[in-house]
């Protein structure tokens, strides 16, 4: 979805350059290439510390003016908890909540009057999930510190958007170590399509971003169904 909010935000005619940030340099590189003096290529791994150090760096030197902060790098793990290596949970926790907790951090000096933060949450986040544990408590986390800091940055009319997708037509369900589960399958949709309506909601100011009716009613669902019956549904959901 990352490269989906570039395509976006290139069309922005107030922004002049793009940062982009992931761990396979030479795919930012390419695209770099395709838009040569308006996306910048970062290869750094965001579960790491220094690279937050690298980039403070970077910003301190440049002193650029953030229009959007996009927060998009994360990953989820699908599986009983017992069946995920511990290792894997702390990665999902650290690339879902430590990283983007520290980018949102490093970021604020630099924003402005009209500046969007833009959270990649999930409508994980609005129930706790049966073999996607780690992954619904991560998000669950993004969403509550998106709206506290969107509180905190409402008096310099900064805005936070959590976008809450349901499954989406990326790489992440690749780097999960399971399938999607079937019942999932059919709510899968297209990344542009969530990207295009997250980046709308970011100009409305809007705290949440959902897009499609299905997931309008998960979220709807997590609000007044007791845990114990919506934890219910998600067991037999998540099953093969
Ligand atoms: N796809 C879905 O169904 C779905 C649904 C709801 C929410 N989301 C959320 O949407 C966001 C984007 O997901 P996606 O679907 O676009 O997944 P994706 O296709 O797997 O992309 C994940 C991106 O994160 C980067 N990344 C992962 N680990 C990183 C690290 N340690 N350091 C720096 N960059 C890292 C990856 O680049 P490198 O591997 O090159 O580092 C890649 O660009 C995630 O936060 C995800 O949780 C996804």
Redesign the pocket.
Known sequence: ???DFVREILKERNVDEIWM????GD?LDAMAAKEPGRLRAFT????EMS?FDELKAVLAEEKPQILYLV??????RIGRVDEIDEKEHA?VV???VR?LTCMSRICLPYLKKGSRIIQ?????SFLPQPEFAS?AAS?AYVRSFSRALGQELKKYGVTVTS?????????????AGKEIAPAKKGF?VE?KDVVKQAMKDAKSGKALSIYGTSMKLVHLAGKILPTRVVLSVMDVLMTD
Do not use: W
């Open positions: 979805m990352g490269k940030i992931a761990r396979r795919r750094l791994d965001l579960t690279s927060n998009s790098a994360g990953a989820g990665f650290d690339i879902n990283a990649l949450c999930s409508g994980s992954y998000k976008v809450c997708p349901g499954p989406v037509k990326t790489e992440f369900f690749e780097a899968l990344s």
